[in-house]
Nanobody
Framework: QVQLVESGGGLVQAGGSLRLSCAAS????????MGWFRQAPGLEREFVSA???????????DYADSVKGRFTISRDNAKNTVYLQMNSLKPEDTAVYLC??????????????????WGQGTQVTVSS
């Protein structure tokens, strides 16, 4: 069983920045694909970003169109942690942000069903 613990959420004004962290208990964390999703009240869980092991023994990052150019995903395998740097935040970014782990490195990295383990989430609120 892998545990994921998010931190770093909070209240920020539009145009501000936050950095989310997700600490994982996985022993083989470096091989996991890691994703960030968000969910606003009354809406479905939405893909934000993922970082996955790929061809050429390197990591690849993917982003939803709505956050591309503003958010950056990264990971520190020595700390078993994945980060989401969020800049130029907008009120529509307000949601609970959840970290997810995929131990199999599947291809459907933008689909919640691809991920086996989930954190409890951290609230991000962007005021206008």
């Amino acid at each position: 069983q892998v545990q994921l613990v998010e931190s770093g959420g909070g209240l920020v004004q539009a145009g501000g920045s936050l950095r989310l962290s997700c600490a994982a208990s996985a022993r083989t964390f470096s091989t996991y694909s890691m994703g960030w999703f968000r969910q606003a009240p009354g809406l479905e869980r939405e893909f934000v970003s993922a970082i996955r092991w790929g061809e050429g023994s390197t990591y690849y990052a993917d982003y939803a169109d709505s956050v591309k150019g503003r958010f950056t995903i990264s990971r520190d395998n020595a700390k078993n942690t994945v980060y989401l740097q969020m800049n130029s935040l907008k009120p529509e970014d307000t949601a609970v942000y959840l970290c997810a782990a995929d131990p199999w490195g599947g291809s459907a990295w933008s689909s919640p069903s691809q991920y086996l383990y989930w954190g409890q989430g951290t609230q991000v609120t962007v005021s206008s």
